[in-house]
C-alpha cells in the first residue's frame, strides 16, 4: 500500500532522513520506534506531504505521492495525526470535526462518519459544544484521531498519541487504534513508548540517527535481547 524507496530529507545542514525505505501492507498496524530526534515525525511528515525529499520516493497503491501537495494527499486517502495534538483550540469539537472533512464533499457520508466518530469517542459526543482547548489532553488526542478519521483515510499516521497522557487513557487510546485497524484502516504508529507502540503493532521499523536500524515482526523484536536492552529497559 505504501512504499517508501531510499528517501532522503535534509533540515539546511541536517541529514535527517538517510536513505530511508519502509513498506506497508493494507491492514497493517506499523510501528516506527527510536529515540527523540531520530527522525520519527520527519518520516510522517515527508509522507503526508510536509517535508520535500531530498531524494527517493514515495509511492501510495503504485502511485508515487512525493511531488504532491499535503491536500492532495489526503484526498488520496492518508490522514497525519501530528504530535502535540494540534486541535483548533478556539473552535468547538464539532467544528475541530468538520475541518476533517474539508476534502470532502460527499454529504450524506460526511454524516454517516460523524456517527462513527462519535461511536468510537463517546466522551466526543457529550462534549461536541464545547471549545477544543477546554479539553482534556486525552480528549484532545481523541478529537484530533477523529478529525484525521473524518477525511475517510486509507492509511492513518499517528505521530505519538501517547505523549504526555496518563497510563489509563494511553490504554484507552491504544485500544482505539486497534479498533480503527479492525476497522479497515491501516496504521503508521510513530512512539517513544516502543513497549506499548510494539505490542499493538503487527511490525515495526527502529530509526537510529536518520537510518533504519532495524526491522520485522513487532512481537519478535518485543523477545530480541539488544532491541530490550536499546529501548524496552530502564
Ligand atoms: P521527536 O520525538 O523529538 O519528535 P523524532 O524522531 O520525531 O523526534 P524528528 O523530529 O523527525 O525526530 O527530527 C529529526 C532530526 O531533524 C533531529 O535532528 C531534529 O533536530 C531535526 N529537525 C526536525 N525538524 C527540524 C526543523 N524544522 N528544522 C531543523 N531541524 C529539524
Known amino acids: 500500500m505504501l512504499e517508501l524507496s531510499n528517501v532522503n530529507v535534509y533540515y539546511g545542514g541536517i541529514h535527517a532522513l538517510k536513505n530511508i525505505s519502509i513498506k506497508i501492507e493494507e ?3 506499523v ?7 531520530a527522525g520519527k515525525s520527519t518520516t510522517l511528515k515527508a509522507i503526508s506531504g510536509m517535508e520535500k525529499l531530498k531524494s527517493g520516493e514515495i509511492k501510495f497503491n503504485g502511485e508515487k505521492i512525493n511531488s504532491l501537495n499535503a491536500t492532495s494527499i489526503v484526498k488520496l486517502g492518508i490522514s497525519h495525526v501530528p504530535e502535540g495534538r494540534r486541535v483548533f483550540s478556539k473552535m468547538s469539537v464539532m467544528e475541530n470535526l468538520e475541518m476533517g472533512a474539508y476534502t ?3 454529504k450524506g457520508e460526511i454524516n454517516n462518519d460523524f456517527e462513527k466518530v462519535f461511536s468510537l469517542f463517546p466522551r466526543l459526543l457529550e462534549r461536541k459544544e464545547q471549545m477544543a482547548g477546554t479539553l482534556s489532553g486525552g480528549e484532545q488526542q481523541m478529537l484530533a484521531i477523529g478529525r484525521a478519521l473524518m477525511s475517510k483515510p486509507k492509511l492513518i499516521l499517528l505521530d505519538e498519541p501517547s505523549m504526555g497522557l496518563a497510563p489509563i487513557i494511553v490504554k484507552e487510546i491504544f485500544s482505539i487504534i486497534r479498533n480503527i485497524n479492525e476497522t479497515g484502516t491501516t496504521v503508521l504508529l510513530v512512539e517513544q513508548n516502543a513497549n506499548m507502540a510494539l505490542n499493538a503493532a503487527d511490525r515495526a521499523y527502529i530509526i537510529r540517527n536518520g537510518e533504519i536500524e532495524m526491522e520485522g515482526n513487532a512481537k519478535k523484536m518485543v523477545a530480541d535481547e539488544r532491541v530490550r536492552k536499546a529501548y524496552l529497559e530502564g
Open 104 to 106: 470532502r464533499n460527499d
Open 27 to 29: 491492514g497493517e498496524v
Open 31 to 37: 510501528t516506527l520506534i527510536g529515540a527523540n530526534g
